[in-house]
Structures are given as C-alpha cells and as structure tokens.
C-alpha cells in the first residue's frame, strides 16, 4: 500500500479512469456501429431490426447509469466496475453469436448495461473522492480515454473481425478488457484517500462550499437541474446525430480516405478542446458560459458544414475541426457544472441521472437525423441546419439555469 508521503494517489486513480474509459468508450460506445455491420453481414435480419438493437444498447445503459449510485453504496466501486467488464465483455460475444433476434436483443441488454460502469457518470464517480479544486483537469484527462478508444478501437475492431471473424475477436478484446479492469479495480479502485491518510486535490485551498440541499430536495424541482439535463441531451442528441453520418457525407467530397483522416482529426480535435478547457478554465469561471461557448463552437462548424455545400474543402476541413473540438466537452464539461452548482452528497445523484437522459435521447439521434436523409431530401443542408438548431437550443437550456437563477435559489432557502 502507499504511504501518504509518496505523492498524491489521484493521478494514479484518473490514469486507471483513463483506462478504463479508453475500453468503455472504445467497446461500449464506438463499438456498436461497427457491430451491426458485422451481423448485417453475418444474419438475414433487416436493417432497421438491426438498428433497433443499437437503439436498445444504448437505452438499456441509461437505465442502469441513473442507479450507478445506489450500486455504488451497495457493492462498492471495484465490484461494480468489474461486474460491468463482464457484462460488457458477454454482452458483445452475444452480438456476434446471436442465432435469433431474440438473442440478438439479449445479448444488448448486458453489453448497455455493462458499459455504463466505465462511462461518463462512472469516471466521474471514481474521480469524486480525489479531486474538488482540481477536478476539471482530473475529469479533462480521464475522460480523454474515450477519445484515445475511439482512436484505437474502431480500427482494431475492423481489422480483428477481418482476421478472426466477430465471434473469435469479441472473445480476445473482452477477455482482455476483463483482465485488466479487474486488476485496476483490485489495485487502484479500491483505495480511497482515507485509507492512504490524503485528502482531496493532495491539499491546497479548498473548493468553495456551495450551499446544502434544503430538506426533501428533488432534482426535477430544481431549476438547475432541469435546465442541465435537458441542455447535455440536446447537445449530445446534436453531435452523435451529426457525428453518426458525417462520413459517409463527406466521402462524396473529399473521398473515403481523406473522410476517414477528417474523422481522425476530429477526434484530436475533442482531446485538444477538452484539455484546453480542463487546464486553463479559470476556478471561479461559469461553467455555464464555457459550456455554452464549446457549443457555439461546433454551432460554428456546422455552418461552415452548412455553407461548403458538399464541396468546398476550404470550408468543409474547419467545419470538421470546430466540430471536433466540442465532443470532449460535451461530455465533461457537465458534470462539473454540478459539481459547481449541487452540494457534494447530491453530486454523484445529479450526474448519473443528466447522463442517463442524455443516453437515452442520442440513443435515437442516428436514426432522427438518418430521417433527413431520406431520398428526394437535400440531405447534408437539412442534417447541418438542424444540428445546428439543436445546439442553439442546448445554448439556451444552458443559459436558462445560470446564475441569476441560482442566486434567487439561494437567498429562498
């Protein structure tokens, strides 16, 4: 065990975070396209049967990320966490195993409800014990895991299935993620800054308090609240709506490998802004504001999107970065919001349940935006306007709940 005087044990904990959101975001998240191409090709079951499991993927983690806390007082941290490796692991052998639709159903149920335990309210999670004042560096890097699975995932699992065939490749990338999720949670996880004689951030100038919940406080009665929830779906809804087909309308354009190095860069993209936003965000900003401002960056891009017509490279490359920029902080940028705006015993609360309602409504977001890609539809124009659209709108919900709001909450209790 360490001692207290061998250094801060947090960065131990956010690069075990990092890991851990590199195998959730790379398996959980970036995984499911890639596998129903794989059983589209593998089963005789219409495209939108298909889909609707994708669908159920998704909608299934976000009812079991609104009961991560309750799990987490239950079970502890490591169990959960490695519980869900295991779901996690089965569910997507299932995928590829499936002999019905049934099956097929089944085997998504495990594979969203196992993911969410590395997902963006766990990270948040395991991160909350070590880190109050320096917690938007903490989560910034953490959360950069997703983005690095995103990076190495993809391409590993085309060229695994490739080589191995979907069954054979789910059985290796699972084992392995088993393995090492076990031993992060036995060894890392496990530990708390008590029980190394540490406290949060190492020490330092303490956070500011924010103010105790009153007596009976429910989320949905809360202004805030409401207005968090509903911005972080409207703008992940926007950018996995607009991610989920922005290849294939680039590749008419600039062709499918410059589209794929497009891509690429948007993911470096999300780890510059996320970063740059985790380090340098002052302690005192409102997170609102810089939320607000990540969104109207990608807003930005989309009418670059919007104006190149499909071919102006010129304008259709920046478009693409300014997009990026935003994905890493449409994820992170959140959470700390509620940790600025909710006392610390309801933190945990709040965050599960924003990432829950966030999930289940990008768990649609493919299929409403493919619905403007309909034939005999202008396809690119409408799909940019109305992710632009959609993102004003999370602008607005952001800035609905800010601090005038909060200060009026404040002085009735």
Known sequence: MAAAGSGFYGWRVVGAAFVLATFGWGIGFYGPPIYLHAVQEARPWPLWLVSAAATLHFLSGALAVANLPRLYRRFGVP???RAGAVL????VLGWAVAAEPWQLMLATLASGVGWVAMGAAAINAILQPWFVRRRPAALAMAYNGASVGGIL?????????AAFGFAQAATLVGLAMILAVWVMAG?????????LGQVADGGGDPAPPVPPAPAGWRPWGDRRFRTLASAMALGLFAQIGLLAHLFSLLVPAIGAAAAGIAMAAATAAAIAGRTLVGWLMPPGADRRRVAAASYAVQML???LLLLADGTATSLLVPGVLLVGAGIGNATSLPPLIAQAEFPPEQVGRVVALIVALAQAAYAFAPAAFGLLREPGAAAAPLLFAAAVAVQALAIAALLAGGR???RGQSASR
Do not use: C, K, N
């Open 79 to 81: 169990a959960v966490t």
């Open 404 to 406: 005038r709001q909060d």
């Open 88 to 91: 996690l692991a089965v569910g």
């Open 301 to 303: 891009g989309g009418v």
């Open 187 to 195: 060894s890392v996880l496990a530990r708390t800054p008590r029980d």
């Open 153 to 161: 995932f993809q391409p590993l699992w085309v060229a695994a299935i």
